[in-house]
């Protein structure tokens, strides 16, 4: 499953929780898979594929009513504002929770990482993507 669309602004406070998420201006909300936290391949303006955490859903933790699909792309930091992003799904990680905290939210996101790492060092070269 692939989400495609420039990265526009969202809430402003991704990077405040340690992870700063670009939210995909989706053009086909029909390719928006089922809420969620995903692994997934990041790749901006035709460039490389880089690994992502994808969360899909109405960040439900601050109440938000709009539901968004924005992507924390592991070991980068770069500006990525208008730029074109495809977002290709590799599996589901878990589904969307509303937390009690901001500070639960962010354990569980840490925990996201290191599962999502688990993941990629289990594919291994030359499995399918
Ligand atoms: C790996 C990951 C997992 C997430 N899981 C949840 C979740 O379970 N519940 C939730 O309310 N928001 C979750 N979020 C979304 C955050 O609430 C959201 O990224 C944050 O509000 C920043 O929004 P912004 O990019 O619009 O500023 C997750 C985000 C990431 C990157
Ligand atoms: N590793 C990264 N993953 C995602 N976005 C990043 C990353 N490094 C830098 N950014 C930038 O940070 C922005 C997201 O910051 P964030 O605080 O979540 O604000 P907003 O939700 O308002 O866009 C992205 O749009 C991108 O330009």
Do not use: C
Request: glycine content about 12%; overall charge negative.
């Amino acid at each position: 499953m692939t989400i495609k669309g420039p990265v526009v602004t969202g809430a402003g406070r991704g990077r405040d929780l340690g992870f700063p998420t670009a939210n995909i201006g989706v053009e086909d909300e029909a390719s928006i898979p089922a809420d969620g936290v995903y692994l997934a391949w990041f790749a901006l303006d035709g460039g490389p594929d880089r690994a992502a955490l994808l969360s899909v859903g109405t960040n439900p933790t601050f109440d938000g009513d709009r539901r968004t699909a924005e992507a924390y792309v592991l070991d980068v930091d770069e500006d990525m504002y208008s730029r074109h992003a495809q977002v290709r799904i590799v599996t589901l990680i878990r589904g969307q929770i509303k937390f009690d905290s901001i500070d639960a939210l962010i354990t569980q996101m840490q925990a996201d990482e290191r599962r999502g790492r688990e993941l990629l060092a289990g594919l291994g070269d030359g499995e399918p993507r």
